[in-house]
């Protein structure tokens, strides 16, 4: 499976897991710093203005796995970029490593008017990871295919949860469409934050037999990509990369790219944000 670019050496990469760990500096930095930092736009719709006393954002986040915490992303964003149009209490932050748990909060979330959906995952063209290399899922996932060494398109779709696939969207969540489509009813935009959302014709392969994800390969051909398929299923525009994606920080009034730069302390940069190897966040309408 497509997965994020790893930028950074080992001993950097691990500078950040650190740095993103339970009770880190960088967690205090964007969740408990009542002072906003200062960014430019980060692309994909929003702009200033007053705070709306009624509007609200659901931002959820996937396993983050090899690029660290997701929820650090997730909360830079809320602080650097929604509280100047937004009250505190009307933005909610959602740990969502499983496509239930992603429905599941887009369905009783309380929030009304809820105006942006941001979802932080990993992702293939055809689909959210959201519970990318996440150890439980992974486990369950080689039991099932060791016990079921001949198993169908059908199967492996309803069996796959820390995903959200486009063959999700067709076949399991069909009968609950409607339902997502009311509770995001008021929404200006989705924006899928992370590699490869906007790619589509993805083809599933397997690095070792039996087949489990080449199955996915056998109905609904050529995929369409998950923002495409998510924005025509809740009939809403959606954003998401035509690329792998990378860290950037804000520093100096500009946004670096973590191929050129790493910073050595987090007191360097202001923001920080996934952002696609090539363009920018595109559109895409139902």
């Known amino acids: ?9 080992k001993e950097t990469t691990d500078w950040f897991k650190n740095k993103w760990g339970e009770g880190s500096a960088e967690k205090e930095k964007w969740f408990h710093s009542e002072t906003p930092q200062t960014s430019s ?19 959820c986040y996937g396993n983050g796995a090899d690029l660290g915490d997701f929820s ?4 830079a964003y809320k ?26 909060v887009i369905l009783h979330s309380g929030l009304s008017e809820l105006t942006e959906l941001h979802i932080f995952s990993h992702s293939v063209g055809s689909g959210l990871f959201l519970g990318y290399h996440d150890q439980s899922i992974a486990a369950e996932r080689g039991n099932f295919i060791a016990n079921n060494p001949n198993l169908t398109y059908d199967q492996v779709v309803e069996f796959e949860t820390g995903d959200l696939l486009t063959d999700h969207l067709i076949v399991t969540l069909a ?24 790619v589509e014709g993805h083809v599933y392969w397997d690095p070792n037999p039996p087949p489990y994800w080449a199955k996915l390969n056998d109905k609904n051909t050529p995929k369409p990509s998950i923002a495409q398929a998510f924005a025509t299923f809740i009939n809403q525009p959606v954003f998401g990369a035509n690329s792998g994606s990378h860290i950037e920080f804000y520093i100096n ?7 050129d730069y790493t910073p050595k302390s987090i007191k360097e940069y202001t923001d920080i944000r996934l952002h696609p190897d090539r363009g920018d966040y595109r559109r895409y309408d139902p």
Do not use: P
Not at 72 to 75: G, P, S, T
Not at 82 to 94: G, M, Q, R, T
């Open 41 to 59: 736009g980060t692309g994909g719709g929003g702009g200033g203005g007053s705070v709306s006393d009624t509007k609200t954002v659901l931002i």
């Open 253 to 259: 009034n500009k946004w670096i790219s973590g191929y």
């Open 1 to 9: 499976m497509a997965k994020f670019r790893n930028q950074w050496a």
């Open 72 to 75: 650090v992303f997730a909360a």
């Open 175 to 198: 009968n609950q469409q409607s339902d997502v489509k009311s509770a995001l009813g008021d929404l200006e935009f989705a924006k899928f934050w992370g590699c490869n959302a906007g």
């Open 79 to 104: 602080k650097n970029h929604l509280l100047s149009k937004y009250k505190d209490e009307n933005i909610v932050i959602a740990k969502t490593f499983t496509r239930l748990e992603l429905i599941n």
